[in-house]
Nanobody
Framework: QVQLVESGGGLVQTGGSLRLSCAAS????????MGWFRQAPGKEREFVGF????????YYADSVKGRFTISRENAKRTVYLQMNSLKPEDTAVYYC??????????????WGQGTQVTVSS
């Protein structure tokens, strides 16, 4: 069992930045790829990006590519989502997830509780 706790959400203006953190409970953190997903009101959960477990390879959805960056700090069992140039359409609850990796939510077995990001226009 891996427990994930996100933090860092909040209210920001268009064009601003936020950094989300996701802390994992287990030392086997390095065994997992870490994904970020988001869900806006009335919409399905969508893939944001993920970072591999081994060589820190990252992969992003087209909607965030060039604006968002995922990194991980294994010593702290933490993964980060740096979000720059935020847009109102980025408003959503953001979730981190642990698993083998990929862009589909069913590929991840462990999920955090989510953190709200609101971008005002």
């Amino acid at each position: 069992q891996v427990q994930l706790v996100e933090s860092g959400g909040g209210l920001v203006q268009t064009g601003g930045s936020l950094r989300l953190s996701c802390a994992a409970s287990r030392r086997t953190f390095t065994s997992y790829a870490m994904g970020w997903f988001r869900q806006a009101p009335g919409k399905e959960r969508e893939f944001v990006g993920f970072i591999s477990r081994s060589d820190d390879t990252t992969y992003y959805a087209d909607s965030v590519k060039g604006r968002f960056t995922i990194s991980r700090e294994n010593a702290k069992r933490t993964v980060y989502l740096q979000m720059n140039s935020l847009k109102p359409e980025d408003t959503a609850v953001y979730y981190c997830a642990a698993g083998p990796g990929g862009s589909r939510d069913y590929e991840y077995g462990y999920w955090g509780q989510g953190t709200q990001v609101t971008v005002s226009s």
